[in-house]
């Protein structure tokens, strides 16, 4: 299975499984994708998770890096004094 971009990213010994339930349909679609290139299940699908969430993460940071910077907030009396004039 190819590696993740993602391993320097700290590991929670708590977190390192995840199990989900399929329906027979999901598992014997999964399965043969997964036999047709001579991976297991599980690296099949962890492979494709950690595509989907690095292409997640670049879009987060695509879209942050692309908004405007918020402007300044105006100090209290100074929106009282333009409010006035």
């Known amino acids: 299975m190819p590696e ?7 590991v929670d010994p708590a977190d390192d499984h995840i199990a989900f339930r399929t329906t027979a349909e999901q598992f014997l679609v ?3 994708a997964a036999e047709l290139i001579g991976w297991t299940v599980t690296d099949y699908v962890l492979s494709a998770a950690l595509d989907r969430a690095e292409r997640d993460l670049y879009e987060h940071a695509a879209a942050q890096e692309a908004a405007p910077p918020a402007p300044d907030p105006i100090p209290p009396y100074t929106a009282f004094l333009m409010a006035l004039s």
Do not use: E, H, Y
């Open 4 to 10: 993740s971009v993602r391993q320097d990213l700290p």
């Open 30 to 32: 999964i399965r043969t």
